[in-house]
């Protein structure tokens, strides 16, 4: 392990960290995993793939005016057409890197069509299972350079923070507890996303928000937190049943891709109904219309399936049929039962146009970052993207800032884990979910509190911030919908959060 204060230090596996810590080469950088490199991320769950406009009847204005569309205005118009941009080239250095995409007979790359894209421009590898290539790639590459030192099962559990407030290195915390502090001049988190807040989700469970805790604790700034796109059509397995309850279960859900539906599978409930039929868009209409057309006929007692026997789902989604098959299911011949379930957050650290958050030393990237693109509901695909993206503009910002010689000072106990991750899991999905109201909002905040004085821990921390946003935002917007408040209200506005809100003994600073 490396202890010089002139380190970069990237937290997270998935394309978000190795992407920037592949671009930061060859500045050293110590990149720390919680999970052994190349498992546990959702990037190598990622199925549909890769937003860029390279399509003949495409530019890269029609892929900013859908990605705006989604946002449902609160997506920054130049953040927008900054990164969209930058897709072809992200596309490029994915090639280069040895990115196996899947390509038309002429040798092009293959175009699909996913919901809310007016044009084919998802690049996508091996059918649908772009996440598992670009990251095997991505790990190749990290692995074999020499100036990035990879310590796998570490868990970042603080940053460290000298007396101006600015980050000097972080703590890590390994698997028997023993905590140590590693001196950095950059901390970049890339720690994903929020799912496994959630009962029902499609994120490994260990996506739990921890990045937004410890940069919350380090005084940074959180933007927009109450937006959480719930997928549409996670596949409902006996470990998630389709209950009355609909509480979910312990493991995530295995997603059925958009890209099916972009392919011509159909949405039914259990009577036989074509319920999409009267949704402007119907299949096709944004993944928030969506999942709540669903999530009504659910409430109503009805089951929901995604007939996708006409879409040679076998042969273009083999990572579909295969996740079918291991639960029992032929989607060949059989229509895939499906149920909403929490699969990206569009909140996160607020960063600026080079990733930096509000705190000096502390930058963000991928889906721990709200960095203006995704708005209210991200337009499928445009998430490995925006990780691409940034990934180049914040390596370029840190290897041009100035390398500070921070002196990290002891770190403190690490936070206790949490003894009530099931009761959270629960309440999420129930009090938080693809349909909210204030009672509800109300009560689970009272509870997340007590957890959180109780435990301290990440998970009460985090999902206490998303709920206290949620019942804060009285209106309806992308992916947060109030039945008290259906309607969106007439200015666009984002939210802010920071630590404040919650104990202020959890702020420790470097002396
Ligand atoms: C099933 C599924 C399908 C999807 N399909 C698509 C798609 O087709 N296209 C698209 O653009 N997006 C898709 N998404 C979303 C996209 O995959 C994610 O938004 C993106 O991969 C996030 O990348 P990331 O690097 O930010 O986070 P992740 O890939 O989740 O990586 C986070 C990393 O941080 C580590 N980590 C977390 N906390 C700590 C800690 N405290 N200390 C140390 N390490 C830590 C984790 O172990 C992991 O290595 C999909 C998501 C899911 C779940």
Same mark, same amino acid.
């Given at each position: 392990?490396?202890?010089?204060?002139?380190?970069?230090?990237?937290?997270?596996?998935?394309?978000?960290?190795?992407?920037?810590?592949?671009?930061?080469?060859?500045?050293?950088?110590?990149?720390?995993?919680?999970?052994?490199?190349?498992?546990?991320?959702?990037?190598?769950?990622?199925?549909?793939?890769?937003?860029?406009?390279?399509?003949?009847?495409?530019?890269?204005?029609?892929?900013?005016?859908?990605?705006?569309?989604?946002?449902?205005?609160?997506?920054?118009?130049?953040?927008?057409?900054?990164?969209?941009?930058?897709?072809?080239?992200?596309?490029?250095?994915?090639?280069?890197?040895?990115?196996?995409?899947?390509?038309?007979?002429?040798?092009?790359?293959?175009?699909?069509?996913?919901?809310?894209?007016?044009?084919?421009?998802?690049?996508?590898?091996?059918?649908?299972?772009?996440?598992?290539?670009?990251?095997?790639?991505?790990?190749?590459?990290?692995?074999?350079?020499?100036?990035?030192?990879?310590?796998?099962?570490?868990?970042?559990?603080?940053?460290?923070?000298?007396?101006?407030?600015?980050?000097?290195?972080?703590?890590?915390?390994?698997?028997?507890?023993?905590?140590?502090?590693?001196?950095?001049?950059?901390?970049?988190?890339?720690? !994903?996303?929020?799912?496994?807040?959630?009962?029902?989700?499609?994120?490994?469970?260990?996506?739990?928000?921890?990045?937004?805790?410890?940069?919350?604790?380090?005084?940074?700034?959180?933007?927009?937190?109450?937006?959480?796109?719930?997928?549409?059509?996670?596949?409902?397995?006996?470990?998630?049943?389709?209950?009355?309850?609909?509480?979910?279960?312990?493991?995530?859900?295995?997603?059925?891709?958009?890209?099916?539906?972009?392919?011509?599978?159909?949405?039914?409930?259990?009577?036989?109904?074509?319920?999409?039929?009267?949704?402007?868009?119907?299949?096709?209409?944004?993944?928030?219309?969506?999942?709540?057309?669903?999530?009504?006929?659910?409430?109503?007692?009805?089951?929901?399936?995604?007939?996708?026997?006409?879409?040679?789902? !076998?042969?273009?989604?083999?990572?579909?049929?295969?996740?079918?098959?291991?639960?029992?299911?032929?989607?060949?011949?059989?229509?895939?039962?499906?149920?909403?379930?929490?699969?990206?957050?569009?909140? !996160?650290?607020?960063?600026?146009?080079?990733?930096?958050? @509000?705190?000096?030393?502390?930058?963000?990237?991928?889906?721990?970052?709200?960095?203006?693109?995704?708005?209210?509901?991200?337009?499928?695909?445009?998430?490995?993207?925006?990780?691409?993206?940034?990934?180049?503009?914040?390596?370029?910002?840190?290897?041009?800032?100035?390398?500070?010689?921070?002196?990290?000072?002891?770190?403190?106990?690490?936070?206790?884990?949490?003894?009530?991750?099931?009761?959270?899991?629960?309440?999420?999905?129930?009090?938080?979910?693809?349909?909210?109201?204030?009672?509800?909002?109300?009560?689970?905040?009272?509870?997340?509190?007590?957890?959180?004085?109780?435990?301290?821990?990440?998970? @009460?921390?985090?999902?206490?911030?998303?709920?206290?946003?949620?019942?804060?935002?009285?209106?309806?917007?992308?992916?947060?919908?109030?039945?008290?408040?259906?309607?969106?209200?007439?200015?666009?506005?984002? @939210?802010? @959060?920071?630590?404040?809100?919650?104990?202020?003994?959890?702020?420790?600073?470097?002396?």
């Amino acid at each position: 392990m490396r202890h010089s204060p002139e380190n970069i230090v990237v937290v997270g596996g998935g394309v978000a960290g190795l992407a920037t810590a592949l671009r930061l080469a060859p500045l050293p950088v110590t990149l720390i995993v919680a999970a052994p490199l190349g498992a546990e991320a959702a990037t190598g769950w990622a199925q549909g793939g890769i937003a860029a406009a390279l399509g003949d009847d495409d530019r890269p204005d029609y892929h900013a005016i859908d990605t705006l569309k989604a946002g449902a205005g609160l997506s920054e118009p130049e953040v927008a057409r900054r990164i969209v941009a930058a897709a072809p080239g992200a596309i490029d250095w994915l090639v280069q890197l040895g990115t196996p995409f899947d390509r038309a007979p002429d040798g092009a790359l293959a175009l699909g069509l996913e919901a809310a894209h007016s044009r084919r421009r998802i690049v996508h590898a091996g059918g649908d299972g772009t996440g598992r290539l670009v990251l095997e790639t991505l790990v190749k590459a990290a692995r074999a350079c020499p100036t990035i030192a990879v310590i796998e099962d570490v868990r970042a559990s603080e940053l460290l923070t000298d007396e101006a407030g600015t980050v000097r290195g972080i703590a890590l915390r390994d698997r028997a507890g023993r905590v140590t502090g590693l001196p950095a001049r950059a901390v970049v988190l890339a720690t !994903g996303g929020l799912g496994g807040l959630y009962a029902s989700t499609t994120n490994p469970l260990g996506a739990v928000g921890s990045g937004l805790a410890l940069a919350a604790r380090a005084g940074a700034m959180l933007r927009d937190l109450e937006f959480v796109q719930f997928h549409p059509t996670a596949i409902v397995t006996a470990a998630n049943p389709a209950g009355a309850d609909l509480l979910g279960g312990p493991a995530p859900m295995p997603l059925a891709t958009e890209a099916l539906r972009g392919e011509g599978a159909k949405l039914f409930n259990d009577r036989g109904e074509r319920f999409m039929m009267e949704v402007p868009g119907q299949e096709l209409a944004p993944r928030d219309v969506v999942a709540r057309a669903i999530f009504a006929q659910n409430a109503a007692g009805r089951h929901v399936v995604l007939d996708a026997r006409r879409t040679d789902v !076998g042969r273009r989604f083999p990572g579909v049929a295969a996740l079918c098959r291991a639960h029992g299911l032929d989607p060949a011949h059989q229509p895939i039962p499906v149920r909403p379930a929490a699969h990206y957050h569009m909140g !996160g650290i607020n960063v600026d146009d080079c990733g930096r958050s @509000s705190v000096a030393g502390l930058w963000a990237c991928g889906e721990v970052a709200s960095t203006g693109l995704h708005g209210a509901n991200r337009l499928a695909s445009n998430s490995l993207l925006e990780a691409l993206a940034y990934a180049e503009w914040i390596a370029a910002d840190i290897a041009g800032s100035e390398a500070g010689a921070g002196i990290a000072r002891a770190p403190s106990p690490a936070p206790v884990g949490s003894s009530a991750r099931a009761e959270i899991r629960a309440l999420m999905d129930s009090h938080v979910g693809v349909v909210r109201e204030a009672s509800m909002l109300d009560a689970a905040v009272q509870r997340l509190g007590e957890l959180n004085a109780r435990d301290g821990d990440d998970l @009460s921390l985090v999902a206490r911030m998303v709920t206290e946003a949620a019942l804060h935002r009285t209106e309806s917007r992308g992916g947060h919908f109030r039945t008290d408040h259906p309607a969106p209200a007439a200015l666009a506005r984002h @939210s802010e @959060s920071a630590l404040a809100a919650a104990r202020p003994t959890h702020v420790r600073q470097v002396a």
